[in-house]
């Protein structure tokens, strides 16, 4: 499978569970970030809307931990939805590594969502929890691809 290489994450809003300046985790601007309040539970997220009447069959997205502090996030899982109520899981509950850089997650995704977020349920400080930046694409499925699932 292929992916797409225009990042969906523009032309809509990115909100979190709590914090200031969701908006640097989309800016393309690897200066800015995300931090959470300190002392804030989880689970929370980090959701992208993509807007009314805009959905996007998102099967890959781009995540960079905040570079240099060890507040990133940990277990997560992506999930989609179409009215910010009911929401799919995408993945099963995984890590992301403790290392700072880009991480990418891939994923078969069939449906087109209006919003995709990061289902954050544990970060690697307990009390905080931080992103510099996520980018999200979509796949690009060969004909007949879905036949088998």
Not at 51 to 62: E, L, M, T, Y
Not at 84 to 107: P, R
Request: glycine share 12%; hydrophobic share 30%; charged share 15%.
């Amino acid at each position: 499978m292929d992916y797409g290489t225009t990042d969906r994450c523009t032309g809509g809003t990115c909100t979190v569970h709590q914090g200031p300046n969701p908006g640097n985790i989309v800016d393309n601007n690897n200066g800015t970030y995300w931090e959470g309040n300190a002392g804030a539970s989880l689970p929370g997220f980090i959701k992208y809307d993509f807007g009314d009447g805009v959905s996007w069959k998102i099967s890959k997205i781009n995540y960079r931990r905040r570079s240099g502090v060890a507040n990133g996030v940990h277990a997560y899982k992506i999930r989609g939805s179409n009215d910010n109520t009911n929401w799919n899981d995408l993945t099963a509950s995984q890590n992301f590594a403790s290392s700072d850089g880009d991480q990418t997650i891939t994923f078969t995704n069939q449906t087109a969502y209006r919003y995709v977020e990061i289902y954050i349920t544990s970060s690697y400080d307990a009390s905080l929890v931080s992103c510099e930046e996520i980018q999200m694409y979509e796949g690009i499925y060969p004909s007949g691809f879905f036949a088998f699932f």
